[in-house]
């Protein structure tokens, strides 16, 4: 056993499922919530914790994507193709979500040993391997040339992506999160990308190097394996693997009531800074 799969022994872990709940919700009440587990998990208030989550046609801009010089006439085209649109409150670019994009975040606390940034990635590309061992040695964590949201911890299958990694820390926690592409095709959402830069930019130069997106370095599961995988089958995965890795039954279910108050106050600024971002 590796010491980052060691890592991910726990005596217990808890599992917060959204992958059906969040779908109709906006994507702020996703970073809002793993803002208050990691204030809750960071803490010691709550045991280490893993959500899924799904949200329905959503692109998540990145700050400098809301740089863009023509980002008010590229916007209109996402509302056009059926997509939504929020800013992130974590570094990266553009990302596509939808139904069968399935996002996990791994949140960890740093009260009894820090986690440094690389050792955070180092823990979910593990966890990922783990929860897909029949190409689990065929998963590479590098950049891909061309994706969107380019990054070091892109996560590929014989150089075609098809996730990628952020982490967020608040309050001694830290939340490591994953986008698994599983169904559909992962060109399509690439392509969609692909306009809103081309609209954004318009030719014109930038300070900032926007990433130039081929979509065919990018894929779903689904297309990688040649199975046909589905959301709920790696849900029920995860399930299965912190089974695994916790001593203890897992904890399930949502937030408490006094959990719930705390994220009525992280939602109420996420919501805030993303209504600045948009002005």
């Not at 070091?152 to 952020?166: H, M, Q, V």
Request: with cysteine; net charge negative.
């Amino acid at each position: 056993m590796s010491d980052v799969q060691f890592s991910l022994q726990k005596k217990q872990w808890r599992l917060i499922d959204e992958s059906i709940s969040a779908k109709k919700r906006s994507a702020l009440e996703s970073f809002a919530m793993d803002d208050t587990l990691c204030h809750l998990v960071g803490q010691q208030m709550s045991v280490p914790t893993v959500r899924t989550w799904v949200h329905d046609n959503t692109v998540v801009l990145g700050i400098q994507d809301h740089r863009l010089p023509y980002i008010g006439e590229a916007l209109p085209h996402l509302e056009e193709s059926g997509y939504q649109f929020i800013v992130r409150n974590s570094g990266g670019l553009a990302v596509v979500l939808d139904e069968g994009v399935l996002n996990v975040s791994l949140v960890l606390s740093e009260r009894e040993g820090s986690i440094d940034i690389p050792e955070g990635y180092e823990t979910m590309l593990e966890f990922v391997r783990l929860l897909f061992p029949e190409v689990g040695d065929k998963i590479k964590a590098y950049e891909i040339v061309g994706s969107y949201c380019p990054g070091t911890y892109d996560l590929s299958i014989e150089g075609r992506k098809f996730a990628g990694i952020s982490q967020r820390r608040l309050r001694q926690g830290v939340a490591v999160q994953v986008y698994l592409c599983v169904e559909g095709s992962g060109s399509e959402r690439a392509e969609l990308i692909r306009k809103l830069y081309n609209e954004g930019l318009r030719g014109e130069q930038t300070k900032f190097t926007y990433p130039t997106i081929k979509p065919e370095v990018m894929a779903s599961l689904s297309e990688l394996t040649g199975e046909h995988l589905t959301v709920n089958d790696i849900v029920i995965r995860i399930q299965m693997l912190l089974r695994a890795l916790s001593e203890e039954e897992i904890q399930t279910g949502g937030l408490t009531a006094e959990e719930m108050e705390l994220y009525s106050f992280y939602l109420k600024r996420v919501v805030e800074r993303n209504q600045k971002m948009l002005k």
